[in-house]
């Protein structure tokens, strides 16, 4: 990756805490192994990110899983604030991966 920010990006969302792994990035890869280990066909595309505005940077990752008559695709997309190292989930599929904010 040519963008040392962009890279910080993507590092920050894939070694975030998730809910129910150690990792976001390991809550993906457990998802995708456990469908093909039901013999569901799944492909899961590049980690990819893209920057907003000045320090602020979108990272996403899509799922295809096989259902019955084709394909249905989840979009994991997280919004990267790096001057504040905040990550905040855009997508449905990727809030269900973060730990509950307890306040």
Known sequence: ????????AMALVQTHRADRAPTLRQAITD?????R????GVRMGEWRVEQQEQGIYLVRVTIREQIT???FEREYIWRVNL????VTPLTDP???????IQG
């Open 94 to 100: 990727a809030a269900d991966l973060m730990p509950l």
């Open 37 to 40: 280990a039901k013999g569901q």
């Open 69 to 71: 008559k084709g394909w």
């Open 1 to 8: 990756m040519s963008d040392p920010m962009a890279a910080k």
């Open 31 to 35: 998802r995708v192994q456990a469908l």
């Open 83 to 86: 001057p504040t190292r905040s």
